[in-house]
T-cell receptor
């Protein structure tokens, strides 16, 4: 079975600074990887996903993530954050073969201050 | 395009009362459907998923149950709520595999008092 570890429960950052949210996964087979964003009292919205091909994936709102198979990581980055990026971010993984549900990390709260 | 509807948005229920949360999907056929619960600081917990009408898989034994009476309808129920059932409940759908990720509803904030 797969698992996801988000190393930081909370990341404070100043507006216009760069940010990296870390995600590591564990699986015995090939995986698909996802990042979701959740604003307060709302559902989760897909930011980006890695299925195959280029290891650098670009998503919405200026976010990008890089799949690193050797380090089993899928870190999320943004070069310059805005106040509006304040939200909780979830990394998720599913197995490539057959039917698989998504397994989510516990989330990282990104707090952007002026 | 596909849309997912979840209601109610908020609910306050007394301990011991019944629960029924409903989720419907439009614009697709035979979706996979999921119920998640989100408690503060504990991430997302998969409660139930369904790959077809009448088929329910339970991930966590508890006093909640789920049903899928129609292809695009998923219901979360309880006969008697506990205080520990409080949380944010999310419905989601996907294609037959998780390859393309899930699409989530807007959630229901349940407070059991």
């Amino acid at each position: 079975a797969q698992s996801v570890t988000q190393l930081d429960s909370q990341v404070p950052v100043f507006e216009e600074a760069p940010v990296e949210l870390r995600c590591n996964y564990s699986s015995s087979v090939s995986v698909y990887l996802f990042w979701y964003v959740q604003y307060p009292n709302q559902g989760l919205q897909l930011l980006l996903k890695y299925l195959s091909g280029s290891t650098l994936v670009k998503g919405i709102n200026g976010f990008e993530a890089e799949f690193n198979k050797s380090q089993t990581s899928f870190h999320l980055r943004k070069p310059s954050v805005h106040i509006s990026d304040t939200a909780e971010y979830f990394c998720a993984v599913s197995e490539v073969s057959g039917y698989s549900t998504l397994t989510f990390g516990k989330g990282t709260m990104l707090l952007v201050s002026p | 395009s596909q849309t997912i509807h979840q209601w109610p948005a908020t609910l306050v229920q007394p301990v011991g009362s019944p629960l029924s949360l409903e989720c419907t999907v439009e614009g697709t056929s035979n979706p996979n459907l999921y119920w998640y619960r989100q408690a503060a600081g504990r991430g997302l917990q998969l409660l139930f998923y369904s790959v077809g009408i009448g088929q329910i898989s339970s991930e966590v034994p508890q006093n909640l149950s789920a049903s899928r009476p129609q292809d695009r309808q998923f219901i979360l129920s309880s006969k008697k709520l506990l205080l520990s059932d409080s949380g944010f409940y999310l419905c989601a759908w996907s294609e037959w595999t998780a390859n393309y990720g899930y699409t989530f509803g807007s959630g229901t904030r349940l407070t059991v008092v």
